[in-house]
């Protein structure tokens, strides 16, 4: 038994015992962190952004030109730069025909055409932009010019029922370029 005022064995033991423990945990912890950061350098990294695959939309477009009610929009003579990444036609509630692109720079485009309800149609299709009071001719129809939102748009208000949309993360001139390239069929 110790005398008063002196330490025990178990007291300076057990508080060294403790100092060793944390010491410890902070080493490990260190040794993995550099383990991490060394297998991050020697991890090949692919930076470079993915290659978006082009679709082939002729069977969708011979389908939906078919189903449906007005004639059905799709671009011809655009350069190879020009690439389709998406598609698709739905009759189910109405007509909805979809064909997305990839501009030359990357940008998307996307030609949108609807029997739905007008007004909710463009805010969908649009991503929530509002029109202006700026129109385009392009192929000898009238477009308006939507902006604000996601996208900016180019609307065509159809006379045959349906809407037609251009829009997309695009410039106006790139919008312009794709409405300019539809044909209706």
Not at 49 to 76: F, I, K
Not at 116 to 138: C, Y
Not at 162 to 183: E, I, P
Request: charged share 25%; aromatic share 8%; glycine share 10%.
């Amino acid at each position: 038994m110790s005398a008063p005022g002196t330490c025990d064995d178990r007291g300076v033991a057990g508080s060294n015992g403790k100092q060793k423990t944390a010491r410890d945990m902070i080493l490990s912890l260190g040794l993995i962190i550099i383990a991490a950061w060394v297998i991050y350098l020697f991890v090949p990294h692919d930076d470079r952004p993915r290659e978006v695959a082009r679709v082939d939309y002729r069977v969708e477009l011979l389908t939906a030109r078919r189903a449906a009610t007005y004639p059905v929009a799709a671009p011809e003579g655009l350069p190879d730069t020009w690439k389709a990444t998406s598609v698709r036609f739905q009759g189910a509630d109405f007509d909805a025909w979809h064909l997305g692109f990839r501009a030359p720079d990357g940008e998307y485009v996307t030609i949108e055409q609807s029997t739905q309800k007008r007004a909710q149609f463009i805010d969908e299709a649009s991503q929530g932009s509002t029109a202006t009071k700026v129109t385009e001719q392009i192929g000898g129809r009238t477009w308006t010019r939507y902006t604000g939102g996601r996208y900016d748009a180019l609307v065509l208000q159809d006379t045959e029922g349906s809407t037609t949309v251009v829009a997309g993360t695009g410039s106006f001139d790139q919008l312009s370029t794709m409405a300019g390239a539809l044909k209706l069929a």
